[in-house]
């Protein structure tokens, strides 16, 4: 397992939830594999976000074979 941050740099998070959600959803989007805990909107927005970015990156390079 790695760790980014250490646990004194995160405590800067601490008390705001909305930042701690866009550290994790970042790291989820960078991340090699993502398992979701349940399946709730964090879930849904990082799978869709996944989703839409393989559906591009096929398009474009799709027109670019043609």
């Excluded at 760790?3 to 008390?15: A, K, S, V």
């Excluded at 550290?23 to 909107?41: C, K, Q, R």
């Amino acid at each position: 397992m790695e760790t980014l941050l250490e646990p004194p740099d995160l405590r800067l998070f601490q008390n705001h939830s909305y930042q701690m959600a866009a550290l994790d959803y970042l790291v989820a989007l960078e991340s090699d594999n993502f398992v979701p805990t349940y399946d709730g909107n964090m879930a849904k927005v990082v799978e869709g976000h996944l989703s839409w970015f393989d559906y591009v990156s096929d398009r474009l390079f799709a027109g670019l074979v043609l």
